[in-house]
């Protein structure tokens, strides 16, 4: 959305999925009382370069990359693939359809082979679910005003 269009917010305050149903559970995280969501949550980075490789993937990439997004684990940067699963919940026939989203979702630097069947490394610069600073220390940078990336 551009910056410089004026928007009321006052007349945002009724959204509509926020009703009597609409329950955030949190844990207690000592004496502050800081509020830790107890539903589990994948990132997804806003950088425009990330937004960018997921608006070229085909939308059988988008597909497979909503489903990882959904099933990739707490501080894994790996994701195992059950082919016949997903298919199966897509109601995909075609093994080649499912190969063409794969291939699709490498292509763009989404995720990558291992060396394992059915396991792919997610690209943690574009999505993760846990901490990347924990899971890779020595890439932690401490963030200086002029370092500023643009963001979109």
Request: proline letters at 3%; charged letters at 30%.
């Amino acid at each position: 959305m551009s910056k410089s269009k004026k928007i009321d917010v006052t007349k945002l305050v009724n959204n509509p999925f926020v009703g009597v149903d609409f329950e955030i559970v949190v844990n207690r995280v000592g004496e502050e009382d800081v509020p830790l969501e107890r539903c589990s949550y994948s990132k997804v980075f806003r950088l425009v370069v990330n937004r960018e490789k997921v608006d070229r993937l085909s939308l059988n990439g988008k597909q497979l990359f909503l489903w990882i997004l959904y099933r990739v684990d707490y501080g894994n940067d790996w994701i195992l693939v059950e082919r016949d699963k997903y298919m199966k919940s897509h109601e995909i026939s075609s093994v080649n359809t499912y190969k063409s989203a794969v291939e699709n979702l490498v292509d763009n630097g989404i995720i990558a082979y291992s060396t394992i069947k059915n396991i792919f490394f997610i690209n943690p610069k574009i999505f993760f679910m846990g901490s990347r600073a924990k899971k890779y220390p020595e890439n932690v940078k401490i963030y200086e005003a002029n370092n500023e990336r643009k963001q979109s």
